[in-house]
């Protein structure tokens, strides 16, 4: 069964700090995988997009990195701000046009 | 910066009734989708669309949905007899390139449809 499965679910930090989101999916054939931001009540928001050949990919304090071996993803930020508090939602393609969703790591950021 | 927009942003409407929610791509983008989002729920696709066919679609995509670009621009989702369960935030999105690539989509602010 095709499924993307992400932790953890919520995750409150502090200002400042880093942290790091998992991703595991059992989708086949995998033709790509994305990580989204989604603000609550908004459209998801795309942050990358990674081929099976690619292994890590930046965006600004944003990097996600890639196993395909395992099936794994992860979703690293740097230095956290509080417009980063919303839903970070990892996203595989299969067979280029059909994509299944997470369900999504609330990320809440302190002050 | 160009924009996918939708209308209406919520539609109330009876269990039973058909709707139909518009969208506006990007003007120059070629890949159209689909997707919902009930309340608390994870994002589900629904269906992607590629010169005026159907190139994929999700089990949730029954025949009570379609989808059509009527015209140069609009790209709308029909459904032809609401459900309740049907009660979701929709979102419509674009992109350049297929799947294949670094096609970013860019989503639309939503459809938030209400079946009573």
């Known amino acids: 069964k095709n499924q993307v499965e992400q932790s953890p679910q919520s995750l409150i930090i502090l200002e400042g700090k880093n942290c790091t989101l998992q991703?595991?999916?059992?989708?086949?054939?995998?033709?790509?995988l994305r990580w989204y931001k989604q603000d609550t009540g908004r459209g998801p928001v795309s942050l990358t997009i990674?081929?099976?050949?690619?292994n890590t990919k930046s965006n600004g304090r944003y990097t996600a990195t890639l196993d395909a071996d395992t099936k794994q993803s992860s979703l690293h930020i740097t230095a956290s701000q509080l417009s980063d508090s919303a839903s970070y939602i990892c996203?595989?393609?299969?067979?280029?046009?059909?994509?299944?969703f997470g369900s999504g790591t609330k990320l809440n950021v302190k002050p | 910066e160009p924009e996918v927009t939708q209308t209406p942003s919520h539609q109330v409407t009876q269990m039973g009734q058909e709707v139909i929610l518009r969208c506006v791509p990007i003007?120059?983008?070629?890949?159209f989708y689909w997707y919902r989002q009930i309340l608390g729920q994870k994002v589900e696709f629904l269906v992607s669309?590629?010169?005026?066919?159907?190139?994929?679609k999700s089990e949730i995509f029954d025949d009570q949905f379609s989808v059509e670009r009527p015209d140069g621009s609009n790209f709308t989702l029909k459904i032809r007899s609401t459900k309740l369960e049907d009660s979701a935030m929709y979102f419509c999105?674009?992109?350049?390139?297929?799947?294949?690539?670094?096609?970013?989509?860019?989503f639309g602010p939503g459809t938030r449809l209400t079946v009573l």
């Open positions: 999105a674009s992109s350049l390139a297929g799947g294949n690539s670094y096609n970013e989509q860019f």
């Open positions: 996203v595989v393609s299969h067979n280029f046009n059909k994509f299944y």
């Open positions: 990674m081929t099976f050949s690619e």
């Open positions: 991703c595991n999916y059992t989708v086949s054939p995998f033709s790509n």
């Open positions: 003007s120059n983008h070629l890949y």
């Open positions: 669309f590629y010169n005026n066919e159907i190139s994929e």
